[in-house]
Each structure stands twice: as structure tokens, then as C-alpha cells.
């Protein structure tokens, strides 16, 4: 079908049936003076939005990732902060989110050489490489990548590696990375060019790492290796429990074995079938380590599941699609908190299928739930959140979530293996489908 050109005739028509329709001259009128937000907000949805919970695991601050997209190793850190506050018998304890993404960058970057020694032979604006190219050194990332640092590198207390402005502000520090790294795909581009022998490009590789961590530590910091540890209890007792490297600190105040925990998603699109494994192309951080694997389930399970295990004591990390539907002071969440299709006088309805399928939705934010309120029959009607966005906001940093926005925009829980009906423990041994690079399941939280 040919092109069209936008016709003067046509525009002039919709002008003047605009003017002559009297609600949306009144919504021009109150959205040209008052946000949107403010306009089509749902107060009847507001006042009925409860925040009491039935189940409610928290007791301590929420914390604040700033000027960064680091809410997936925050929410990641806040589930193993609980097992660490319990036993330390210390209420505000917390990890080191500095040290944590230290050693994802410096992981990522490794990864992502590799990944340009083993596609040498694509063309730059091949579509996997010009997307591997673009999504380079993002802050954001997945359930099984945040294993992989754990398990690898431990975890230190706050103190020892503390933010620093970088940290907390990632925006330039991301771009210099960027630059260093684009930088060396193309020398070892080059180099591959130029038949170098894998040895030779081992070597060049390890030149811009070494150049690429001088410059993340330049941010960052050095984290530590060894470190003595003490600290005073909130009954006023003091401890002093010796030295301890970060994966033996990591061991000796946390209970939970991350080995034993599934990443169960809701993919809607009907190609992807309920119960299969799925897996996203060169999605990963740390060679070597564990691959993202998803289960595809039906979202009833994934409630039924999240809201069992905070029933039993322990919060969920989740994955979602943080934006839509939100009043962030308010700190709500609700599938029709907002009609911004009455304001407009336009149908704006779209499931949540054609909102994957068609780049309007995916996973773009991680969180920790802990807490669930169950109606009379034991079904989830809403959701606390602990928000890693500081305490200014809703209820000083804890969310409240409707039971209708959960099956809209959460994507993504992380749940123990043994949870799952034995049908579902055994897809986890089967191959799985593995999606490209660029699919929405791939998106970093």
C-alpha cells in the first residue's frame, strides 16, 4: 500500500469536530492546567485500595537504589536480608548493593567480550549484534544473573563497601563503560580480522578488561577480600565473630540456598506454552555461571504460590511492569487506578498478550512482596510491596498492590522448587525454549 500524505482537509475536520464535542473541550481544558494523573485518577479505586494485610512480614526501613537501576540486586538483597537481620538479631541491617554491582559490571563486561570474540564474524549491524551493542552495561538484570555474583562473590555488609556517588548515580559511569567496551569489540573485531590466534585474543581480551576495571573501580571503590566483623545486637549485646572473606560472611548469615529457587514467569503469548522452560539468548552475566531459566506458568499458580510463601514467613522477590497504573506518592497500584481512556474519550484497551506482543509491556522493575491480605476463602486480594525508591512515598517506601494489577503487569516470581506440583519440578530438568536476544523476557528488571 502506497504512502499517504496527511491531508490539510482532514486535519480541519477534526478540529472542528473536536470543538464541538463539549467533554472533550472539557478535558482540554482541565489537562491543559492539572496533570493527567490528576485528571483521570480513579479516587472511588483509591478509597477502596486498603493498605491492612492479613499476612505481613516487615518490620524494618525500605531502602533506595537512587539515581540507579539496580531494583533487582535491591530486592535480591532485601530477601536475604531478612534471614540476615534474624540472625544477627539487628533490625536495619543491610548488604552491600555497591559491592553487588561492582562485581556484575566487571562479570557483564567479561560476558559480553566473549560475546564479541564468538560473533566475529557478524556484521555490526547484524540485528543480534547491533541489539547486544545497544543494550550494553545497563544496570538492570535477572533473578539466575544475581545467583551467579552470590554465589560467586559473596555478599559484604553495607558498611564495608558503601555507596559511593557513582553508585547511587549511574548515568556517566555507565557511559564511560559503554565507550571502553564498544571500544574493545572493535579491536578484538579486528583482531579476529586479522586471524589472530585464540590466545592472542585471550590476551587483548584481558587488556581491556583490566582497562575496563580501572575504571569501574575508579567508581566504585575497591571491594574488600578479607574483612573482621563485629557489630552490636538491638538488645545492646556485642559480638565480635572473627574474619570472613565475602562468600563465608554470605554463608554464615543467611539460611537460604539459592539453588533451591525457580524463576516462574507469565508469558501470555500462546507460542510459548504453559509448563515448558524458557531461556533468552545471550541473556547472562558471570561465564560459568547459572543460565536464566524461566517457567512459564499460568499466573492463578504464580498467586497461589507467592501468596503461600509469605503465608509461611518469607518474602518473593518479583519482576514487573512498574509504570502503568501507578500513583507513586500514593504508592497504589490498581489495573484501573487511572481512566485515562475517559479523559480522552478513546478505547485504549489492550491484554496483556498484545501488550508483549507489541512492545507496550515488559519486565522493567524488581521488588520484594511481603506481605499478602487473603479474603475469606483464602484468595490474594492485595499485595504489600517493599519498594526500593526511599521512604518519601507511599507507606515510607511500602506499596500497596491490587489483586487486578497483578495479573495485568507482574511478569515474574522467584519462589522455592519444591513449591511446585511435581509436573512442574520435572519441565525444570527438560531443555528449554530458548527465545532471542531481543524478546520481551529478556528484559532486565
Not at 525508591?389 to 522448587?417: I, L, P
Request: charged share 25%; with cysteine.
Amino acid at each position: 500500500m502506497p504512502r499517504t500524505p496527511l491531508d490539510e482537509a482532514t486535519v480541519a475536520h477534526w478540529r472542528e469536530q473536536f470543538l464541538a464535542d463539549p467533554s472533550a473541550v472539557r478535558a482540554m481544558n482541565a489537562v491543559t492546567r492539572t496533570p493527567i494523573d490528576e485528571v483521570a485518577l480513579n479516587r472511588a479505586r483509591v478509597v477502596d485500595t486498603r493498605l491492612s494485610m492479613s499476612h505481613r512480614l516487615d518490620d524494618w526501613a525500605a531502602t533506595n537504589q537512587q539515581k540507579s537501576g539496580r531494583c533487582w540486586l535491591f530486592a535480591a538483597l532485601n530477601l536475604l536480608r531478612a534471614d540476615a537481620r534474624r540472625i544477627l538479631h539487628v533490625k536495619d541491617f543491610e548488604f552491600s548493593q555497591n559491592h553487588a554491582m561492582y562485581w556484575d559490571k566487571i562479570e557483564r563486561a567479561n560476558y559480553f567480550l566473549d560475546d564479541m570474540i564468538q560473533l566475529a564474524d557478524t556484521a555490526p549491524d547484524d540485528r543480534l549484534m547491533a541489539f547486544l551493542l545497544e543494550q550494553l552495561m545497563g544496570d538492570g538484570g535477572q533473578w539466575n544473573m544475581e545467583v551467579s555474583v552470590f554465589a560467586k562473590h559473596g555478599a559484604v555488609p553495607k558498611e564495608l563497601m558503601p555507596e559511593t556517588e557513582s553508585s547511587a548515580n549511574t548515568a556517566r559511569m555507565n557511559s564511560s563503560l559503554r565507550t571502553q567496551l564498544r571500544r574493545g569489540a572493535r579491536m578484538l573485531r579486528q583482531a579476529a580480522a586479522a586471524d589472530a590466534a585464540s590466545d592472542e585474543l585471550q590476551r587483548l581480551k584481558e587488556q581491556i578488561l583490566a582497562d575496563t576495571h580501572r575504571i569501574l573501580t575508579i567508581h566504585l571503590g575497591v571491594p574488600p577480600t578479607e574483612f573482621e566483623w563485629q557489630w552490636r545486637d538491638d538488645e545492646r549485646q556485642f559480638h565480635r565473630a572473627g574474619s570472613f572473606t565475602p562468600q563465608s560472611f554470605l554463608a554464615a548469615y543467611t539460611d537460604i540456598d539459592l539453588a533451591d529457587y525457580v524463576c516462574l514467569v507469565d508469558d501470555p503469548r500462546p507460542e510459548h506454552p504453559k509448563g515448558a522452560a524458557l531461556t533468552v539468548a545471550h541473556l547472562g552475566n558471570v561465564v560459568g555461571g547459572d543460565p536464566v531459566v524461566y517457567l512459564n506458568v499460568d499466573i492463578d499458580l504464580i498467586k497461589r504460590i507467592a501468596a503461600q510463601t509469605i503465608v509461611d514467613g518469607e518474602p518473593v522477590w518479583f519482576g514487573c511492569d512498574v509504570g502503568p497504573q501507578m500513583a507513586r506518592k500514593d504508592g497504589l497500584w490498581a489495573a484501573d487506578l487511572f481512566d485515562y481512556a475517559g479523559v480522552y474519550g478513546v478505547d485504549l484497551s489492550t491484554t496483556k498478550e498484545e501488550r508483549v506482543r507489541f512492545g507496550e509491556s515488559a519486565m522493567t522493575h524488581a521488588m520484594l512482596f511481603t506481605g499478602v491480605d487473603l479474603d475469606e476463602d483464602g484468595a490474594a486480594r492485595r499485595w504489600r510491596v517493599e519498594n526500593s525508591w526511599g521512604t518519601e512515598n507511599a507507606d515510607k517506601g511500602f506499596y500497596t498492590m491490587a489483586g487486578s494489577w497483578f495479573d495485568e503487569y507482574v511478569f515474574e516470581v522467584v519462589v522455592r522448587k519444591d513449591r511446585l506440583p511435581a509436573e512442574l519440578q520435572a519441565a525444570l530438568t527438560t531443555e528449554p525454549l530458548e527465545l532471542p536476544a531481543w524478546d520481551p523476557m529478556g528484559a532486565l528488571a
